[in-house]
């Protein structure tokens, strides 16, 4: 059983060491967060370089007007922060004509089934999900969720009218946003939030 029932602040440890014979402080400053036994499976934050990647705290709650669309909808559950980013200049090129969310950056990876996440990642299958997007202004949009064939780290992406949105919400490299997601009769919805 790990337990460490330390508060989540930080705690400050002071170490010494001898150089020439003379004792030297050493004043650390780590993050101690408390783990769970088996038992309690709550989620644990991991450690990396000091940040945690549990970032749910630090993102804007979604907007009470996108909530109020998505109860008209029917929807009555709480949609999940998939990924809050700028948008890069890949982001928005006419050319490329895709949303990138990278894996790494995924703060819900539970968004997708496990079979969506299998036949994703089956490169004979060519697989997308068709997929419905709310964007800034509220309007519905069919779009797909594909994984990105130029990827080799998980990454996957928006694709098919995504440059409509692009023109509709006048996305441009840079601009943060964030992507939520929620499923209703089993059809899976995004929401598109342009952080101002």
């Known amino acids: 059983m790990l337990v460490n029932q330390a508060s989540s602040a930080d705690q400050n440890i002071v170490s ?4 020439d014979g003379q004792e030297i402080g050493r004043h650390l400053s780590i993050k101690v967060t408390t783990r769970s036994s088996a038992r309690n499976r709550k989620k644990i934050p991991k450690i990396i370089h000091g940040k945690s990647t ?8 979604l907007p009470e007007r996108f909530m109020t669309k998505i109860r008209q909808l029917g929807y009555t559950g709480n949609p999940e922060l998939v ?9 928005v090129n006419k050319v490329l004509q895709r949303f990138s969310i990278p894996g790494k950056q995924v703060e819900n990876k539970d968004f997708l089934t496990n079979e969506e996440r299998k ?8 697989w997308s999900i068709k997929s419905i997007l709310i964007d800034n202004s509220l309007t ?11 990827s080799k780290s998980g990454q996957c992406a928006l694709i098919s009218k ?6 509709a919400n006048e996305l441009t490299a840079g601009i943060q946003v964030q992507l939520w997601s929620f ?10 939030v342009k952080l101002e």
């Open 162 to 167: 995504w440059n409509p949105v692009v023109d």
């Open 140 to 150: 519905l949009w069919d779009i797909s969720l594909k994984k990105w064939a130029m």
């Open 54 to 61: 549990d970032r749910t705290g630090d993102n804007p709650p």
């Open 83 to 91: 990924i809050q980013k700028k948008l890069f200049k890949s982001d």
């Open 16 to 19: 010494s060491k001898k150089r």
């Open 183 to 192: 499923r209703m009769n089993g059809q899976l919805y995004f929401v598109l």
């Open 119 to 126: 036949k994703l990642n089956n490169k004979k299958l060519n």
